[in-house]
């Protein structure tokens, strides 16, 4: 495996037609420079995270584009690629676009959660981890919807140090999905808060891009 990719798509919340246009084209652009075996896993954040989350891993064939027409079908590897590999994830994102309402928004402990699940096993050097999602994280534990967040304040929780996830050498990348209803919570204090969540625990933020 040449590089190990985690897509996490958050599915607690609605997320509108023009956004999932918008993170339906990125992930396509992720998808269409994807390195040739570099394994994908699509994970979807919903209330309760367990084995299930885990929707399926497939790694990539390459498209042919490499291949020289006299020696290879390049058409056929291409149907192939585009089939077992890139519509998958894309037609993974059409199936959630729509209205969801979900009484609490976990994305701490999925982060933690696919940090072992994958992560952990995974002997490829090179290990990213792609966020679609308002980041708005909402449990009983604690949530973003309580006041401003404040990492130096959350790390000493109880909470937060259960929640540490493995991220030693993971770049994360981050489609901040802007929320309507909670647009006002949304602001640099608060990516600075999964900035230095991720920086805490080795890993490092190389993108925030909006999605509005």
């Known amino acids: 495996i040449s590089r190990e990719t985690i897509v996490v798509i958050d599915a607690t919340d609605n997320f509108n037609v023009t956004q999932a246009l918008r993170v339906k084209k990125e992930i ?3 998808l269409s420079s994807a390195i040739i075996d570099e394994r994908f896993s699509l994970y979807v954040l919903d209330e309760t995270i367990n084995k299930k989350s885990q929707k399926f891993s497939v790694c990539n064939p390459g498209d042919g584009s490499n ?3 006299i020696t290879s079908n390049k058409r056929r590897l291409k149907k192939h690629w585009e089939d077992l590999f890139y519509n998958r994830f894309t037609n993974a994102v059409d199936e959630l676009t729509g209205s969801h ?7 701490i402990e999925m982060i933690k959660f696919v940090s072992v699940n994958t992560f952990l096993d995974s002997r490829a050097t090179k290990k990213r981890l792609v966020i679609v999602s308002d980041m ?4 009983q534990q604690y949530s973003h919807y309580r006041g401003s967040p ?5 790390s000493k929780t109880s909470y ?11 770049d994360v990348q981050i489609f ?3 929320n309507e209803k909670h647009i006002l ?3 640099r204090g608060h990516i600075e808060f999964w900035n230095q969540h991720v920086l805490t625990n080795n890993g490092f933020v190389s993108s925030v891009k909006t999605v509005n």
Request: without cysteine.
């Open 176 to 178: 901040y999905l802007i």
């Open 136 to 139: 708005l994280h909402h449990t």
């Open 185 to 187: 919570l949304q602001n």
């Open 160 to 170: 937060a140090m259960t929640m540490q996830p493995l991220l030693e050498g993971v």
């Open 28 to 30: 396509g652009l992720i």
């Open 150 to 154: 404040n990492y130096a304040k959350f």
């Open 67 to 69: 291949k020289s027409e």
């Open 101 to 107: 309402t979900a009484a609490q928004s976990p994305i």
